[in-house]
């Protein structure tokens, strides 16, 4: 059995595991994000002394540098997290492990690994948004995570924004009231002054946000039309949330797109992840299975 590697680098915590290309998880352990100095040195000796793997997968936050041609590949970028702007991610563990890296967002690895083994299967295209800290989204037109002069950054997209309801600025650095800026967990503990946890199924909160959800999500179904999205991160685990999302967004949709895949409802269409705690690091895996397949190893942008 061929095993590979997986790492899901967070904002906190860093999950690394070594698994099969059948989801199979043999070795796994979880570390604190601290400097990129030592985070990397203790992901590089997990894998020492796990079994040998054929290839890893990288699951990054972000904003990451992809371009496999640039100096900087592999690379994290603007990051308000202290100490990790331009940290060097992928090449050192190349370096110290003498193994093939692929690296994505990790939103994009949990969009392969969902399409793998959960929510996603059967898709030709798939949308992946989390809603969190942030509000990121990894987006599989085809084969490989789509990926222009950057990845996409859906989570600052513009939405409508009516200062009379919600006076709120929005907690964006760099956009203050854009999707992320009004609608991310951050956002609502804000606005309403104590986490999205502590917020009651029948809080106003909810419909204000489902109303924001549904307006980046009706951006991005106009966008890129994909064939299922799936919605997940820490602010969706709020009872409710996602069913009321769906109803907003088939509203703002207005029957203008037909499609059998948008059956009334929305069910089918807009849906919960389905690996669980487990999906950043999956993914990664999975993201390592799909580029050491021997179909994908001459696919463009793989070759450095
Ligand atoms: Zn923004």
């Keep these: 059995m061929t095993l590979v590697g997986g790492v899901e680098t967070g904002g906190s915590w860093c999950v690394c595991a070594v698994g099969s290309c059948a989801g199979e998880i043999v070795a796994r352990q979880r570390l604190a994000t601290t ?11 997990f894998f020492k002394q796990a079994p040998p793997v054929a290839r890893i997968g990288v699951g990054s ?4 540098d992809l371009d496999p041609r640039s100096p900087t590949w592999g690379y994290v970028m603007a990051t308000p997290k202290p100490g990790w702007e331009h940290a060097s991610v992928a090449r050192g563990l190349e370096q110290a492990l003498d193994v093939k890296v692929s690296f994505e967002t990790d939103v994009a690895a949990a969009a392969i690994g969902e399409r793998r083994w959960g929510a996603g299967r059967g898709t030709g295209s798939l949308a ?18 789509w990926h222009g002069i950057s990845h996409p950054e859906v989570g600052h997209v513009r939405v409508p924004h009516d200062r009379a309801r919600d ?8 956009h203050g009231d854009c999707l992320e800026g009004l609608a991310c967990g951050p956002a609502l503990a804000a606005r309403w002054g104590r986490p999205a946890e502590q917020l009651q199924a029948d809080h106003p909160a909810w419909e204000l946000e489902a109303e924001y959800l549904a307006a980046g999500l ?17 602010v969706l685990a709020a009872p ?34 389905a690996l669980g705690d487990d999906a950043g690091v999956l993914g990664a895996i999975a993201l390592a299975c799909q580029h050491g397949e021997p179909e994908n190893r001459s696919a463009p ?4």
Excluded: K, W
């Design 35 to 45: 400097s990129p100095e030592e985070t990397l040195a203790a992901i590089i000796d």
């Design 61 to 64: 936050f972000g904003p990451v």
């Design 128 to 145: 992946y948004m989390t809603v969190g800290t942030g509000i990121g989204v990894g987006l599989l037109l085809g084969q490989e995570p």
């Design 167 to 174: 006076p709120f600025a929005g907690t964006c650095p760099y």
């Design 218 to 234: 009706a951006n991005l179904v106009f966008t890129v039309a994909p064939e299922r999205i799936i919605l997940g991160g820490g």
């Design 240 to 273: 409710g949330l996602l069913a009321l999302v769906r109803a907003r967004l088939e509203a703002l949709l207005g029957g203008y797109i037909q499609s059998p895949l948008l059956a009334p409802g929305l069910e089918r269409y807009l849906v919960a992840p």
């Design 301 to 304: 942008g793989l070759t450095r």
